[in-house]
T-cell receptor, first 112, second 115 residues
Framework: SQQGEEDPQALSIQEGENATMNCSYK?????LQWYRQNSGRGLVHLIL?????REKHSGRLRVTLDTSKKSSSLLITASRAADTASYFC????????????FGQGTELSVKP | NAGVTQTPKFQVLKTGQSMTLQCAQD?????MYWYRQDPGMGLRLIYY???????DKGEVPNGYNVSRLNKREFSLRLESAAPSQTSVYFC??????????????FGPGTRLTVL
């Protein structure tokens, strides 16, 4: 069963704007990861946030985690056309037997 | 390093035909996974192998079998393909020892159409 639910399902913005994607999950987690998938390609790991962290930054990426609300958000600042891709959250929890459970993804389109 | 490689890239089958999707990784990872990706469904785990010699069912194992041939290779077999198995199949590998957490590395995918 899917643990991560993402919204929006699709997001279209102009270059230079910020893009925010949200992920909600159901059970306690060890960490939450975000992956990116370019069209026709496999997923690539972007960033991880542990359950005891509230915010993490990597370049133009900012991830937040609210364990009380069981939700996370991924913010991409100053977006570029090259950021056009699908973004997936994935949870890692003790009760998942070492497996990640992926959300359904947000399809981001950044228009030049 | 090639990372995770998958063959073939594309395949068209007729209902009832069988085929094996191949996956190999050169990162010395213990764990390997097979997922399918369908529109609007995200990735769903078919089977995984936590270590050489072990395999376990994931969320959607029906109609599939797997073999962990050695540490590098993990194959997925469709014994009698059905149109419902039309999908994009991804292989992934990981090793918690590398980074202390389960970061997965994905292959480029196999696009399978069953007519």
């Amino acid at each position: 069963s899917q643990q991560g639910e993402e919204d929006p399902q699709a997001l279209s913005i102009q270059e230079g704007e910020n893009a925010t994607m949200n992920c909600s999950y159901k059970t306690s987690i060890n960490n939450l990861q975000w992956y990116r998938q370019n069209s026709g390609r496999g997923l690539v790991h972007l960033i991880l946030i542990r359950s005891n962290e509230r915010e993490k930054h990597s370049g133009r990426l900012r991830v937040t985690l609210d364990t009380s609300k069981k939700s996370s958000s991924l913010l991409i600042t100053a977006s570029r056309a090259a950021d056009t891709a699908s973004y997936f959250c994935a949870t890692d929890a003790d009760n998942q037997g070492g497996k990640l459970i992926f959300g359904q993804g947000t399809e981001l389109s950044v228009k030049p | 390093n090639a990372g995770v490689t998958q063959t073939p890239k594309f395949q068209v089958l007729k209902t009832g035909q069988s085929m094996t999707l191949q996956c190999a990784q050169d990162m010395n990872h213990n764990s390997m996974y097979w997922y399918r990706q369908d529109p609007g469904m995200g990735l769903r785990l078919i089977y995984y192998s936590a270590s050489e010699g072990t395999t376990d069912k994931g969320e959607v194992p029906n109609g599939y079998n797997v073999s962990r041939l050695n540490k590098r290779e993990f194959s997925l077999r469709l014994e009698s393909a059905a149109p419902s198995q039309t999908s994009v199949y991804f292989c992934a590998s990981s090793d918690v020892r590398d980074r202390g957490y389960n970061e997965q590395f994905f292959g480029p995918g196999t696009r399978l159409t069953v007519l």
